[in-house]
C-alpha cells in the first residue's frame, strides 16, 4: 500500500515492496595536534600575547639536569680533592705543587671529610671526642679567621676552614706510628712533635702572607696551639 504525501517531498514505501538496502558511512580523518600551537585556539593566544602574558603559553624544555651525577649535583670533585691533600702532606716548594689551590679554592667536603677520618681515630683513644673535634674545627677556625682579619688579611671563613680541616692530614698520619710505639716515651713525643709542627707549618704557610710582614708570628702562635689541642684530644696529653 502506498501514500503520496501533498508536499510531494517524502514518498512512504511498505516494508513489503522496499528493496533491501545495504552500505557503509566512511569516517572523516581527524587528527589532534595535542600540545602544539596550531592546536590551541588562535584568539586566546592571539589574546594572551597582546596582553603580555604570553610566557603562559611556553612549555619549558628539559635541559637535562636531572640526569646528573651524585658527586656533581653535591659538587664534589675527588680529583681536586686528592691534589689538594697531596699539596698539604708535602708542603716543600720545591715539590712544584701549587699549594694556593687550597686557599684560593676552598671547599667543605674535603676538610670535612678530613675532620670525621681524625674523629674516627680518636674514637680508639676517647670516643666523647668526636663531636668536640667538630666543634673545636668551626669555632678554631672562626677565631684565626677573625684574628687575620684583625692583622690586615685578605682571607675567608670558608678559606681559613678549609686550610685547618685539611692541615689535619698530617695528625692523621702520625696516629699508626704512635700506636706502634706508645711504650717509648722519647721517640713517642717526637713524632708528636714532628706531627704538630707539619700541621701548623702546612696551614700557616697557605694564610699567613706578605701582607702580615712583622705580624705574622701573632697568627702562627694560634694555629700551633689550635693544633696541639687537636692533639690533645686524640692522645690524651
Same mark, same amino acid.
Given at each position: 500500500m502506498q501514500f503520496s504525501p501533498t508536499n510531494g517531498d517524502f514518498t512512504f514505501? =511498505? =516494508?513489503t515492496e522496499a528493496e533491501e538496502l545495504s552500505g557503509t558511512i566512511s569516517a572523516p580523518d581527524i587528527k589532534l595536534n595535542v600540545g602544539s600551537e596550531s592546536g590551541k585556539d588562535p584568539y586566546a593566544t592571539t589574546f594572551l600575547r597582546q596582553r603580555g602574558y604570553g610566557w603562559l603559553l611556553e612549555v619549558e624544555e628539559d635541559d637535562g639536569e636531572e640526569n646528573k651525577p651524585l658527586l656533581e649535583e653535591l659538587d664534589i670533585d675527588l680529583k681536586d680533592i686528592y691534589y689538594k691533600i697531596r699539596c698539604v702532606l708535602m708542603p716543600m716548594p720545591s715539590l712544584g705543587y701549587n699549594r694556593q689551590v687550597v686557599r684560593d679554592n676552598p671547599d667543605f667536603w674535603g676538610p670535612?671529610?678530613?675532620v670525621l677520618l681524625f674523629s674516627m681515630i680518636s674514637i680508639y683513644g676517647?670516643?666523647?671526642?668526636v663531636s668536640w673535634i667538630? #666543634?673545636?674545627w668551626i669555632f678554631g677556625s672562626l677565631t684565626i679567621f677573625l684574628l687575620a682579619r684583625v692583622l690586615g688579611g685578605e682571607v675567608s671563613f670558608g678559606q681559613v676552614l678549609g686550610v685547618i680541616g685539611y692541615s689535619l692530614l698530617p695528625l692523621i698520619v702520625i696516629a699508626p706510628?704512635?700506636?706502634v710505639i706508645r711504650g717509648f716515651?722519647?721517640?713517642? #713525643?717526637?713524632?708528636k712533635l714532628f706531627g704538630v709542627f707539619w700541621a701548623a707549618y702546612s696551614a700557616a704557610s697557605l694564610l699567613v702572607g706578605d701582607e702580615f710582614k712583622t705580624k705574622k708570628p701573632l697568627l702562627i702562635y694560634p694555629i700551633l696551639l689550635l693544633y696541639i689541642y687537636f692533639l690533645s684530644l686524640y692522645t690524651g696529653v
Open positions: 514505501v =511498505s =516494508s670535612l671529610a678530613v676517647q670516643f666523647r671526642v667538630i #666543634t673545636i706510628p704512635l700506636l716515651d722519647v721517640v713517642a #713525643t717526637l713524632i
